[in-house]
């Protein structure tokens, strides 16, 4: 395992999170992006516990696959499937024309789902590998 990879991956994902928030406290607020940008910060936060464990992520951004693989490893990642599964229908499609309107309730949701997956034990403990 390369700490520094690991601390990269975190280093990104709590960029695309506090993007998320900046954007979140903004007049004009985009939601698909916001909701975008939380779905980029859990599959970084996945993927760097993965890379920790010495396991190369598929290049995916399906975050139910990242959550099974991670689970794989440590079962109490079943306690974060949900926040996966909601964030995981804004993992790449919401920034093409879709079908589904995005609302500040989905916006409020994934910030929550992000903060409890960057939060999970599993995953705030590799802040302490330096």
């Given at each position: 395992?390369?700490?520094?990879?690991?601390?990269?991956?975190?280093?990104?994902?709590?960029?695309?999170?506090?993007?998320?928030?900046?954007?979140n406290?903004?007049?004009?607020?985009?939601?698909?992006?916001?909701?975008?940008?939380?779905?980029?910060?859990?599959?970084?936060?996945?993927?760097?516990?993965?890379?920790?464990?010495?396991?190369?992520?598929?290049?995916?951004?399906?975050?139910?696959?990242?959550?099974?693989?991670?689970?794989?490893?440590?079962?109490?990642?079943?306690?974060?499937?949900?926040?996966?599964?909601f964030?995981?229908?804004?993992?790449?499609?919401?920034?093409?024309?879709?079908?589904?309107?995005?609302?500040?309730?989905?916006?409020?949701?994934?910030i929550?789902?992000?903060?409890?997956?960057?939060?999970?034990?599993?995953?705030?403990?590799?802040?302490?590998?330096?």
């Amino acid at each position: 395992m390369n700490t520094n990879d690991v601390i990269e991956w975190l280093t990104i994902a709590d960029g695309d999170f506090d993007s998320a928030k900046i954007l979140n406290e903004a007049t004009r607020k985009h939601f698909e992006v916001i909701c975008y940008l939380c779905a980029q910060s859990a599959e970084k936060y996945l993927k760097g516990f993965l890379i920790y464990h010495d396991i190369i992520p598929q290049k995916t951004h399906n975050l139910l696959i990242l959550n099974n693989i991670c689970a794989e490893i440590d079962n109490e990642f079943k306690n974060i499937k949900t926040s996966c599964d909601f964030l995981n229908r804004f993992a790449n499609d919401i920034r093409y024309p879709h079908q589904y309107e995005v609302t500040e309730r989905d916006t409020n949701f994934a910030i929550a789902a992000v903060e409890k997956i960057r939060d999970f034990e599993p995953i705030s403990a590799l802040r302490t590998i330096t």
